[in-house]
């Protein structure tokens, strides 16, 4: 990932430092640093296997950071779980294409 272009603290709607995550003696990702701003649209990019889904679970509380800072509306606020993660407003687009029947159209897109 290229260095992050500082944001004020107070601009960033979600943050990370430092942000590191290992499975036993297998790196997913180390010390992943970026800020986005209210209604900019991020993207998360990299060969497979790089780590990009276990960077967005850890945002979100699938799977918690070994290291690191996350940063949402100004906090400190590593979520423990998903359900944190959505209460606070944060949703996730998944890259499988399938429609799930529970949800509505509108969610399914």
């Not at 701003?37 to 960077?55: C, F, H, M, P, Y």
């Not at 509380?61 to 998903?82: K, M």
């Not at 359900?83 to 159209?105: F, M, P, S």
Request: with cysteine; charged share 20%; proline share 5%.
């Amino acid at each position: 990932m290229s260095a992050p272009h500082h944001i004020p603290a107070a601009e960033a709607i979600i943050a990370c430092e430092g942000l590191s995550k290992h499975f036993g003696g297998i790196r997913a990702f180390t010390d992943v640093a970026f800020q986005a701003r209210r209604g900019e649209v991020t993207a998360v990019i990299g060969d497979n296997g790089a780590g990009k889904s276990t960077l967005i679970r850890s945002l979100v509380g699938v799977h918690q950071p070994d290291t690191g800072n996350l940063f949402f509306d100004g906090r400190a606020r590593p979520f423990a779980n998903p359900d944190e993660a959505r209460k606070a407003g944060i949703e996730t687009v998944h890259q499988n294409l399938a429609l799930i029947d529970e949800l509505t159209v509108a969610q399914n897109l």
